[in-house]
């Protein structure tokens, strides 16, 4: 009458010798985190043609076009992608898109910060990844 | 020679200096005795309240550990402390009364859980300690306090249930009620065959009894079992947390209730489960009493077994589905009373095969 | 005495409506009359976005229907797509779809008995459930950089390819998996509560199933032999070696047993296709790139897949243009929801919760 119950608690009573599995995050890395974790929206400036495909396929219109004065080159418009971080699902579709692969989300998920400027504009998107390592 | 936990405190006072015994002769005593009870009383509130939290940390950590999980870790050594930061939390939160509660009584249900409870505190014999016995009541009739007190509680759910004004915790209050009238009548039932047994309502004499013979749990399996299961509802965790029934109910009776009041709710669902398991080693597995050839450790081995209940009671909270209310119901009218009936019939041939007549 | 016929409000912030579903739910005592779901509560528009945006930009939107089985959302989707527009999807990206999608069905139902056993009661199967579907959003993770919103299926294929440290960490979960989900259901199966609470509780006859259109493992727990992926198969189902479990209970515990035995059919899939990968092109080149914005697509398409709530179609009208003309959606949870109310009349309030819980609702889908 009991087998069941008693069976149930005998497979729960044996997960009291099994290792916890929680990562406790602060102070431990996540073990799994990944290369491609897709986190922080970032743009290489140097490579950027202005071609704004990011801005048509983002499908929350976080990705915008606006202008920047920086010459590189290739794009004479002197047009880049800005970044509504507070909008953005970090879906990838840009860096998907990116013929030059000029934007692409970074490893950084630590987005965290205490100003209210969610539009990134292009001097704040263009970050490597290791600048992203010390905080803006 | 043995001494009651009472003269000990009476001897401590007494060497500091506060003996009213001496100084107003015909009234003095009475006075001495007031002061010495009353500080008994405040030991087992201080002691009662400790355990709770005791147990508290117990139930999240084993919880925790059954659940592959860490637990409480962050406040204090190993979250010792971590049931102190919640009960901070709780006395700053604000005191919400809602609009068409009856207050009075939403107020007052709260202690009525509670209060009870800890009252029952002071009525287990804890055994003894080297020479001196942790005794606060001996009276007569402790088995029958509480029972008494035990009664108590599920009013008060039921009144918190009817106060509130919701259909959640009317619904709550109703199970309440129906589920106390399952266990309660099989539990005092299969407390007979107890009583049969020794002779005596005195809970100091009953373990005393178990001492000299054997434990009445090996006498009287089918009481036990009965008065295990009744135990368990009575404390109303999984699988038989009926009134309060989160998935289902919402919270149940004490849905309204927030910050400390809902507290004290918490508190009296591991307060009763420590009890609990205090309750059914004092009856059935000899309670306090000395181990055979130690002498003088009587209340840690009562400690031990409680615990031992205790980590009982929370695995079957953590392992178990909830029961059905109508099949609970049935459960108890239909099982659990008639076991208990078969086992004052068990009780009668025990006791007169003890008296020679079989 | 007259008892009171009382009405009351489940949800739509009630621990046990998987989301935001509310029910008014008519109680006499506390048996249940009548339970009406009230829905709407997550609408979130995704049809009619879908015609503001690429088609490659869809999939976002459906990546957020069915948000325990997303790779399964995308999958219908993309389909509709690729056969409204004539796309090839190269053979590898086929067989990755089906790896992903068969993989999503078990942490999908992994979910499911983890929030069936918090509805009944029991706090700690949530626990082992999750632990087993971390492995797998971990593998998610890894391959499409997300662990909830994977956008991984694109129109043409999949965005990435395997990456290295896939395969030690696919063998490691593969292995064990089935001996930790003999563990888990061990918790409920035998459980003499667990039998009481679910055992002809929430009965739904095969031609009541079939009047409200039910599918998926709610059917299959009806009695009925129907499953998309044997009916029509899509992707290559027709090359694998796998069973519809199918049970005669039509109540609860039936409902439990075929989930369950899903998973396990599930991990049988996910092990033949893991054997027959073949190497090569994992999107379609033409559509990678810029050629993802450039897809265009005239006339209208219908593709049903079977998601884990059971059958889930995509209706897709193209005008021509880059962007689709009109989405539909046939979502599977909010067929299944429908037949609520006859499911419940008549048992208890705990039956209510036990029922709707092995309806598995997930209210993205529902709402849209």
Known sequence: ???????????????????????????????????????????????????????????????HMVYYDYENGKNRKKIYPAVNIGTCTYCGLCQAVCPTGSIRLSNDGTLASFGKDFDYLPDRLSRTEEELKHHD | MEYSILQLINFILTYIGINFSVYFPPYGMLVQRVIVDLIGGLLIFIAAALTIIVVIYIFRKWMADLQQRIGPNRVGPYGTLQLIADALKM?????????????????????????????????????????WDIIFTNVNVTLLLVIAFSAIPPIGEIIAGFASNNKFSMLGALRAAAQDLSYEIPMMISLIGVIMLTGTFNLNSISQYQWHYIPIAILEPIGFLVFFVAVLSKMAVVPFDLPESESELVSGFNVEYSGLRFGIFYLGVFGSIFFGSLFISTVYLSGGSDIPFIPGLGYIWLLVKAFIFTFLFLTIWVSLPRIRVDKYMNFGWKYLLPLSIINILWTMVIVLAMHGVL | MEEKIIEVNFGPQHPSTHGVLRLKVKLKGETVLSAEPIIGYLHRNAEKLSEFNYYASNTVFMDRLDYVGNHNMELGYVMAVEKLADIDVPERAVWLRMLFVELNRIASHLVWAGTMGLDLGMITPFFYTFRERERILQLFEMVSGARLTYNYISIGGVYNDLPNEFDAKFNEFVEDFSSRLKEIESLFKENEVFIQRMKGIGILPPEVAKSYSITGPVLRASGVNYDIRKVSPYLYYDKVDFDIPVSNGMDNYARFEVRFREMEQSLRIVKQVYGKLPTGEYQNPLYR????????????????????????????????????????????????????????????????????????????????
């Not at chain 1, 897709?38 to 983002?58: A, E, H, K, M, Y």
């Not at chain 3, 810029?290 to 009208?317: C, Q």
Request: proline residues 7%; positive net charge; contains cysteine.
């Open chain 2, 91 to 131: 006395f700053g939160k604000e005191d919400i009364i809602p609009d068409n509660v009856d207050p009075l009584l939403f107020r007052f249900a709260p202690y009525l859980v509670f209060i009870p409870l800890i009252l029952s505190y002071l009525l287990i014999p804890y055994g003894n300690l080297y020479h």
């Open chain 3, 289 to 368: 790139k810029s050629g993802l914005i450039n897809i265009k697509g005239k006339g209208e398409s219908y593709v049903r897949t079977e998601s884990p709530r059971g059958e889930f179609g995509v209706y897709v009208v193209g005008d021509g243009s880059k962007k689709p003309y009109r989405v539909r959606i046939r979502s599977p949870a909010f067929q299944n929801l429908s037949a609520t109310n006859e499911m419940v009349k008549g048992s208890k309030i705990a039956d209510m919760i036990a029922t709707i819980s092995t309806l598995d609702p997930v209210f993205g889908e529902v709402d849209r």
């Open chain 1, 1 to 63: 009458m009991v087998k069941g119950i008693l069976k149930g608690m005998f497979v729960v009573l044996k997960h009291s010798r099994r290792k916890p599995v929680t990562v406790q995050y602060p102070e431990e890395a996540i073990p799994w985190h990944t290369k491609r974790f897709r986190g922080r929206v970032i743009l290489n400036l140097d490579t950027c043609i202005g071609c704004s495909l990011c801005s048509q396929i983002c499908p929350n219109e976080s990705d």
